[in-house]
């Protein structure tokens, strides 16, 4: 099928280049496309076609090649951090970036897992789909308790993208009315199952403050005419998702932005582009085009725009920037302010804890949820009540087991194989999403001579928890445990784990928006403070972290930025 | 994305419990449902092993019967659980742990023979059983050591028969395409059976 949208080598000037087609980067694209601008999208790894591309998608365990493992040997030679991913197997690792291509460092005595999706479509292929509006609360935590800088923008100011958004992807939840966890344009909810609601009615029964909603995520549970029109298709709740959904029943850029820009004859796309850096003029104190590495042959090219935006992910964007560096920005480009590359954040998913609730033996449910019930915020509102400051919510479901049950003792033969046909007991599990402070730092920077494979610097990354994350990790453990007791869970298990940062995968920061050019890097249009016509929409741009997952936070962003760029380009006033 | 993933808890507690269990010998790909088999035996004749000896299949696929027994669905050994734990073995493990796990099942077919003066798959049904029993408890002729062997044995085994096709559709209910989440469903409505979660 001939593509014509797919270049690799061009002369045109095109308005806009948009680098990363990820979920920000594919949201730029849409939105500049449909405002008219003729748009580059390019992308470090190979192309990706919906559908067809999705190889590992449907196939039952025992018809998988070599019967669906991954080689030890693979492991260790190309994806010796991406196993650490809970969706890595032997199904989806063609969606995780090889390890080896593009190694990174960390500090002595530091740790951070960096997972990374390089292809069309980016990590949107294999996120998580959980989708929640941050509230006013998170917008002003910086303000209140002094880390970090205030945020450029309120709540106000992005609710009306987020309903843009959301009405575009499609979000499913129910509408709670709960100010730290604000409602969205919802499709109906996916349903809690008998224990989850037996639960939720004890829960709220004793707390006052404390109410247990169904999860939102970006899937399809009932889609409208709208959805079916762009050939999306309801969830079939198989949690296959990783491997690629052919029904398009959750949001990826392959699935729904980037259909949209394609069809307004606007966009190209430039496949196995590696960007190496911007390319910078300093007559006119505008970024004019970039330089990218192919891919496979390693060739060096320039593609050239009048405005361009980074949405390579977090860490890739600032790495692109640290090594853009010019006689006006020696230190890469746009940072005048000095804090470009810190800031660095994740989400804190090291506490949990799980139980059994013991009855309810005939219920059951049908199929794999993609979501489950969450516990909104409901410490530090407006005050610090706790020994630790920032918040987090909880996040869990109930289910049974299949065959789990049986294991760990000394049973077998006919009774072990009946009682193994049988699901097991109900769990109940909560695990916490915490707030991770921003700390200057917490950064990355670029090793002085080390190189990957494109021949680009390898990035440095120097990132803890702090004392006040560490805190909130044993309260959180303890919060998920106390919950489980309310619920009437027995056998409770409390686990916090010394995982580093990363494996949230929800890395924020250092490429940060803020309301003072000398302590920030953008302003809150996303707009560089020292390029007015670069722009960063990826995770790179958080001021905070906040406890909810980003995702929808930056799509967003990502689509406000764009219409501001669209209309002042239009206006001559980029 | 990841996550400790939490809406993937019933898949994450699966693996955490068999990581418990198996400890590093599973790796995290093999618990995420990559179970293999190279080496279908469906005639009935053991052969070598990509890793594990003929003796060492022998015993392997002896045991796994024991464990799980052919009921009205397939014994372990009929869907080749002994070649997918060999497999597991010879591609999918750490190297250190596969020897380590190999050294467990030659002492435990030493400690067998010395004990009955016959090797585990030459005894009849009831002396297989009473061995069983006794590597379950660890007790004479052995020790707490082989009950740990013992418990990440069942744990192989289990996941290479509940990865299998007869496994996860005719001893569990295997559905690939449930059409939706129904939260209110009932065992009874299931044939009373347990879904197979190895499907994703």
């Known amino acids: ?574 | 994305m990841n996550k400790n993933n939490l809406f993937d808890s019933s898949r994450r507690e699966f693996l955490i419990t068999l990581t418990a269990v198996c400890g590093s010998l599973l790796s995290p790909s093999v618990l995420a449902g990559d179970f293999a088999s190279l080496s279908r035996n469906k005639g009935g004749t053991i052969k070598a092993g990509k890793i594990l000896s003929l003796a060492q299949m022998k015993a392997l696929a002896a045991i796994s019967d024991i464990i799980i027994p052919k009921t009205d669905t397939a014994s372990a050994s009929e869907v080749d659980v002994h070649g997918v734990i060999d497999n597991e073995l010879a591609f999918c493990s750490d190297r250190a742990d596969a020897a380590k796990f190999i050294n467990q099942l030659d002492r435990f077919c030493i400690l067998t023979k010395a004990d009955t003066n016959k090797p585990f798959e030459a005894l009849n049904q009831n002396k297989r059983l009473k061995c069983t029993e006794a590597l379950a408890k660890g007790s004479t002729p052995y020790k707490d050591v082989d009950k740990q062997f013992f418990i990440q044995l069942k744990a192989l085994i289990v996941m290479a028969y509940y990865t299998s096709e007869e496994g996860a559709s005719k001893a569990l209910v295997y559905d690939p395409i449930p059409g939706g989440y129904k939260g209110d469903f009932k065992v009874s409505d299931n044939q009373g059976k347990a879904f197979s979660i190895f499907h994703y």
């Not at chain 1, 399809?220 to 969830?235: A, H, I, N, V």
């Not at chain 1, 509102?381 to 918040?391: D, F, I, P, V």
């Not at chain 1, 190189?451 to 006040?468: A, F, L, T, Y």
């Open chain 1, 1 to 574: 099928m001939i593509k014509p949208f797919l270049i690799q080598k061009t002369t045109e000037t095109f308005d806009a280049i948009v680098v990363g087609s990820g979920i920000s980067g594919g949201w730029v694209a849409k939105e500049l496309c449909e405002q008219g601008l003729t748009v580059l999208l390019v992308e470090r790894g190979p192309e990706v076609t919906h559908q067809k591309d999705y190889v590992g998608e449907g196939k039952a365990l025992w018809d998988l090649p070599h019967r669906g493992k991954v080689e030890q040997q693979l492991i260790e030679d190309q994806y010796s951090t991406a196993r650490k991913c809970y969706a890595f197997n032997d199904a989806t690792k063609h969606f995780f970036a090889n390890d080896n291509d593009a190694p990174y460092q960390t500090k002595a005595g530091t740790n951070f897992d960096w997972i990374r999706g390089h292809q069309l479509g980016g990590r949107s292929l294999i996120w998580h789909r959980q989708s929640f509006r941050w509230s006013d609360h998170d917008f002003i935590d910086n303000l209140m308790d002094g880390e970090g800088t205030d945020w450029p923008i309120r709540y106000k100011d992005i609710e009306p993208w987020y309903s843009y958004v959301e009405k575009f992807i499609g979000v499913s939840g129910n509408k709670d009315g709960i100010a730290t966890l604000p409602d969205s344009e919802f499709l109906p909810p996916f349903e809690m199952n008998t224990v989850e609601k037996y639960a939720k009615s004890r829960l709220e029964k004793k707390y006052q403050d404390r109410y247990m909603v169904q999860g939102r995520c970006a899937h399809l549970s009932e889609p409208t005419q709208f959805f079916l029109d762009q050939g999306r298709q309801k969830c079939m709740a198989r949690n296959q998702c990783q491997r690629g959904c052919s029904f398009g029943a959750y949001f990826s850029t392959l699935s729904s932005t980037l259909p949209a820009a394609i069809k307004t004859n606007k966009l190209k796309i430039a496949c196995n582009s590696v960007v190496d850096s911007i390319i910078y003029d300093a007559k006119s104190n505008r970024a004019v085009g970039v330089n990218v590495v192919d891919g496979n042959s390693l060739e060096n090219r320039e593609y050239k725009a009048k405005m361009i935006f980074l949405c390579a992910s977090t860490i890739s964007t600032s790495q692109i920037m640290l090594n853009s560096k010019s006689a006006s920005f020696p230190t890469g480009i746009a940072n005048s302010s000095g804090v470009l590359g810190h800031y660095l954040m994740d989400h804190i998913y090291n506490s949990s804890a799980s139980g059994i609730i013991e009855g309810f033996e005939d219920d059951y449910y049908r199929g794999q949820r993609p979501t489950g019930p969450v516990i909104p915020r409901y410490v530090n509102l407006g005050k610090q009540t706790e020994r630790h400051s920032r918040g987090y919510f909880l996040r869990g479901k109930s289910f049974r087991n299949s065959v789990v049950h049986g294991l760990g003792d000394s049973s077998f033969g006919k009774d072990f194989k009946e009682r193994m046909s049988k699901p097991g007991p109900w769990v109940m599990h909560f695990g916490a999403s915490g707030e991770m402070q921003p700390k200057f730092e917490n950064h990355i920077s670029l090793h002085p001579t080390l190189k990957d494979k494109w021949g680009i610097p390898q990035v440095v990354i120097d990132c803890c928890w702090s004392e006040n994350d560490l805190t909130m990790m044993e309260d959180m453990a303890d919060a998920c445990a106390e919950t489980l007791e309310a619920v009437g869970a027995v056998e409770i298990n409390k686990v916090t784990t010394d995982a580093p940062p990363g494996l949230a995968i929800h890395e924020m920061g250092t490429a940060r928006m803020g309301r003072d050019p000398e302590t920030s890097v953008l302003n809150a249009n996303n707009q560089c403070h020292d390029i007015p016509n670069l722009f960063v929409t990826d995770g790179a741009c958080m001021a905070s972290s906040a406890h909810q997952n980003p995702s929808l936070t930056y799509m967003a962003l990502s689509a406000r930025a764009a219409n501001f760029a669209a209309e002042r380009y239009k206006r001559k006033e980029l």
